[in-house]
């Protein structure tokens, strides 16, 4: 057992290869051979056409910051913080995901929406990596 | 579509309204005792008695026959809709739908939550494999301030909306308060302590956030025919709406806009045939200070990206020309953790002109707007003192 203070996601078969991918820093989504579409989080339903007709693949992993907030009274226990920055990023793909960013000051000024975001994995336990996003051309 | 709503605005009445003997920080009372003895209260202010119910309408996170047990109900009609805090307002519209059709005839609506003490309170209802707890988080969402803090980011960086403006709201909030002997926040209260208070969710401050109390609070429902013969002066129900786009607020569809607000509103008002300047009063949910400035927009009370502007200057306050959250709202009246109930309760009394010092002079028709999950969904009613 890790002592990991935060929740770590529980994959359910819908979801599992997407956690599994992060495992191995790759940025997998769920997408739609009916409609074309990608989605996310991952379901067994495209959430556009709701065709079962799905398929992973590997994206980009580049997008833009959509919105943040600058959380200061947090998830008791939360390791990036407080303060860390909670965010939405809308991947160059379409979907959106929650992440944090990180790579920056937790603080807005050091923050702007519409900013180019890349993903970077944290490996927070042996057997879970969380897909974070840092600002493009970071190290 | 429009025609066949229109046929229903009027047909049903709230009869009764009632809260719990006391609200605020509430060890010795758990949840069901708050939904009984604001039951009890309400159905007191109708002059109706328990063994006329017979539809139960309830939201939370147990089930709505759990209440009608608790309460020794056995209602023939059961709906426990949870939409979030809007439930009840929705409970409304569901309360009509059933009395026309003629299955149900006295509806019972009731709200009860310890939602600081949490006594008798159900455990989370997330499972670890959730996926709330699988994408939302481990990244460290942290309850209801962190969530609207992204909306109201979005929200600035779109139409320029500003801290001030959303401290505007809470100050004009608090004006009704302390006008309210019940409110729990009644101290006067400047921009500038909103402000300076501690931050908690950027650009969130304290003072922009909701009470959490224990509160309850419940209403009667029943055709305008019976209405007429009960006790108080029926409040006709004029238009009803309600919507669901989202739950997480990850999948909220736009962070600046408040969609299920937009859907649920233009139902009410299609329904109501009344327009935006026909309403006296308004009781908008106000978890938050962005959440009621993304609602006047939504549902059409100013333009798009106006909603910061609008509620500046008092506009909302006490002697302003557009009198919203008259109890003094979820910021500085109570809020239990499902808010739509008080404002229920309170378009009620403010159409019955009981408010006292607080009273909107001649307020003949209220908008009762509801919030539920993070912009997840929305529940509009318009009511009135006479039925069209």
Redesign the interface.
């Given at each position: 057992m890790s002592d990991y203070a935060?929740?770590?996601?529980?994959?359910?078969p819908e979801?599992r290869p997407f956690?599994d991918a992060a495992r191995r820093h790759e940025l997998t989504l769920p997408c739609c051979r009916r409609c074309g579409k990608f989605h996310?989080?991952p379901r067994a339903a495209c959430p556009f056409c709701l065709s079962g007709d799905l398929d992973w693949r590997r994206v980009s992993g580049r997008g833009r910051l959509?919105?943040?907030?600058?959380?200061?009274?947090?998830?008791r226990g939360?390791p990036?913080?407080p303060p860390?920055v909670?965010?939405?990023v809308e991947l160059d793909e379409g979907p959106?995901?929650?992440?944090?960013l990180v790579g920056v000051t937790p603080d807005?000024a050091s923050v702007r929406?519409?900013m180019p975001v890349e993903v970077t994995f944290a490996d927070v336990t042996a057997e879970v990596a969380?897909p974070h996003f840092r600002p493009a051309g970071g190290a | 579509m429009s025609r066949e709503l229109r046929r229903m605005r009027g047909r049903v009445a709230i009869v009764g309204a009632g809260e719990s003997d006391e609200m605020g920080k509430l060890p010795h009372k758990s949840a069901f005792a708050l939904h009984a003895e604001s039951a009890r209260n309400a159905l007191a202010d109708a002059g109706l008695v328990k063994d006329d119910v017979d539809a139960v309408f309830s939201a939370g996170l147990w089930m709505a026959s759990e209440t009608a047990e608790y309460m020794g109900i056995r209602p023939r009609y059961v709906d426990g809709t949870q939409i979030g805090g809007c439930s009840f307002i929705a409970h409304v519209q569901h309360a009509m739908a059933a009395i026309e059709a003629g299955v149900c005839e006295v509806a019972l609506i009731t709200h009860g939550e310890s939602g600081a003490s949490r006594v008798g309170m159900p455990g989370t209802r997330f499972?670890?494999?959730s996926?709330r707890?699988?994408?939302?988080?481990?990244?460290?969402?942290?309850g209801p301030?962190?969530g609207y803090?992204?909306?109201?980011?979005?929200h600035m960086?779109e139409f320029g909306t500003t801290s001030e403006q959303l401290a505007e709201l809470a100050v004009a909030t608090r004006k009704w308060a302390q006008l309210n002997p019940r409110a729990a926040m009644r101290d006067p209260l400047t921009v500038a302590d909103v402000l300076a208070s501690?931050?908690?969710?950027?650009?969130?401050h304290l003072l922009d956030c909701c009470l959490v109390t224990d509160a309850g609070g419940a209403v009667v429902v029943t055709s305008a025919e019976r209405a007429r013969d009960l006790r108080q002066k029926p409040v006709y129900v004029l238009g009803t709406g309600e919507a669901s786009t989202h739950v997480m607020?990850?999948?909220m569809p736009d962070?600046a806009r408040w969609e299920a607000a937009r859907m649920s509103a233009e139902r009410a008002f299609a329904m109501a045939g009344v327009t935006h300047a026909d309403v006296d009063v308004a009781e908008f949910y106000d978890a938050f200070t962005i959440v009621p400035i993304m609602g006047l927009e939504a549902t059409g009370f100013c333009k798009e990206g106006e909603g910061g502007a609008f509620v500046s200057g008092g506009r909302t306050a006490p002697g302003g020309d557009f009198p919203m959250n008259t109890n003094g709202g979820g910021l500085s009246y109570t809020h239990s953790g499902m808010y739509g109930m008080f404002a229920l309760v309170e378009a009620v009394r403010q159409l019955r002109g009981e408010c006292g010092p607080r009273q909107v002079k001649d307020a003949r028709i209220a908008v009762c707007h509801g919030l539920g999950g993070m912009f997840s969904a929305a529940a509009t009613l318009l009511a009135g003192t006479e039925a069209p």
């Open positions: 935060a929740p770590l996601p529980v994959p359910t979801s956690w996310y989080y959509h919105t943040f907030t600058v959380v200061h009274r947090g998830a939360f990036l913080g860390y909670l965010a939405v959106r995901m929650m992440t944090n807005p929406i519409g969380l | 499972g670890p494999d996926t707890l699988q994408f939302e988080a481990p990244f460290g969402l942290a301030p962190t803090a992204l909306a109201a980011a979005r960086h501690r931050m908690i969710s950027w650009p969130l607020v990850s999948q962070f």
